[in-house]
Structure formats: C-alpha cells, structure tokens
T-cell receptor, first 113, second 115 residues
Framework: AQSVTQLDSHVSVSEGTPVLLRCNYSSSYSPSLFWYVQHPNKGLQLLLKYTSAATLVKGINGFEAEFKKSETSFHLTKPSAHMSDAAEYFCVVSDLGNNDMRFGAGTRLTVKP | GAVVSQHPSRVICKSGTSVKIECRSLDFQATTMFWYRQFPKQSLMLMATSNEGSKATYEQGVEKDKFLINHASLTLSTLTVTSAHPEDSSFYIC???????????FGPGTRLLVL
C-alpha cells in the first residue's frame, strides 16, 4: 500500500524567503502525487499534482514540486513566501493501481512578517 | 472547476442520535466518492470508499454499522453516523473525482459535535 511521510510537522519562514516542505513517498505502482493546502476553516485546495508526465510540476500561487524517483521524494517549494501562504499543507499519494489517496500528516507553514 | 458540496457544514447533536451528512458533486458525475475524518491538528484519515450502486468499502478499523454510507446516485453520497457518541466528534470531509491516480475534489467538510 502507498504512504507518504512529511518530514516536518511545522515550518516557519520569513516573508519573502524561500519555502521548502518535504515529502517522501512509498508506492508499489507508478504513483500520482499531490500537494493540497488547507487554510483555517476552509476546504482543501489542490496546489499541484504529478501524474507521470514532467517531473517538475508547477502549481498555483507560485508553488512547484519536483518528482525524484531515485529519492522517492516530492518536495514542495516556493521562491518567496507570502503572508497568505500560512496554512496546513498535505502531501498525498495515490497509486494508479487503486483509487484511494493517502495523506501525509501535514506540515503547518508559518510566515513571519 | 469541479465543485463538491457538503451539508450540513456544522452539526451539534445529542449522544445516541444519528446524523446524516450529504456529499454532492455539483457539476460532474462521480461513480466513486471518498469519506475522510480529520481530528484537530491531524491529517485526514480515509474512512471508506463510496461506490455508486454498490456497497461501500471500509478501511480497517472503521465500523461499517456505525458509519453507514449510501451512494444512491452519481452525484450524491451520504454518511450517517449512527448512535453518535462524543468520541465521534470530528471533521468529516468527502471527496469526488476521476479514476485511479486522478485529482480528487474535496468538499468543505462537516464539523460534528456530539454532546
């Protein structure tokens, strides 16, 4: 079965500095990988997804992630953090062999002024 | 884009009562929907996969007689928490989307508080 590990439960950055949220995955098949963001009291929003096309995936709000099979990683990055980026971020894996999605534990991003 | 709604958004009930939560795909059809549970400051845990026209598939440890799922149409799945107890208080989220490996679209969630 597939699973993901988000290596940091909390990341704190200053506004304008780069963001790195780390995610490692385990999958028996060719995985699809996703990053979702959850703002307080709001629903989950898809940031980006990888589905076996280009390994560098660009998403919304300036986020991007790179699929590295050799490292089984799918880290999320953004060159310059904005205050509005403060939220909970979930890395998610879905095997092509089944239909369900497995969530990581989440990483809470704090952006300091 | 695809929109998934949930109703109600928030419900408070007494212990021992049953609560029904609806999940609707508003602008697309979904043969499969998923139900998740999220405890405060924790990740989403998949509870069950809801299949239109057939029985739901439950994850290990989830009581199927406690959490009844009905997927009567291609746009509606319902989760009924039967004989709710305070420990059932949680945030319940549904999702719907394409097939294996495809993007899932999440509902806004339903916050259940059992007194």
């Amino acid at each position: 079965a597939q699973s993901v590990t988000q290596l940091d439960s909390h990341v704190s950055v200053s506004e304008g500095t780069p963001v790195l949220l780390r995610c490692n995955y385990s999958s028996s098949y060719s995985p699809s990988l996703f990053w979702y963001v959850q703002h307080p009291n709001k629903g989950l929003q898809l940031l980006l997804k990888y589905t076996s096309a280009a390994t560098l995936v660009k998403g919304i709000n300036g986020f991007e992630a790179e699929f590295k099979k050799s490292e089984t990683s799918f880290h999320l990055t953004k060159p310059s953090a904005h205050m509005s980026d403060a939220a909970e971020y979930f890395c998610v894996v879905s095997d092509l062999g089944n239909n369900d999605m497995r969530f990581g534990a989440g990483t809470r991003l704090t952006v300091k002024p | 884009g695809a929109v998934v709604s949930q109703h109600p958004s928030r419900v408070i009930c007494k212990s021992g009562t049953s609560v029904k939560i609806e999940c609707r795909s508003l602008d697309f059809q979904a043969t499969t929907m998923f139900w998740y549970r999220q405890f405060p400051k924790q990740s989403l845990m998949l509870m069950a996969t809801s299949n239109e026209g057939s029985k739901a598939t439950y994850e290990q440890g989830v009581e199927k007689d406690k959490f009844l799922i009905n997927h009567a149409s291609l746009t509606l799945s319902t989760l009924t928490v039967t004989s709710a107890h305070p420990e059932d208080s949680s945030f319940y989220i549904c999702s719907a989307g394409g097939g294996a490996g495809e993007t899932q679209y999440f509902g806004p969630g339903t916050r259940l508080l059992v007194l």
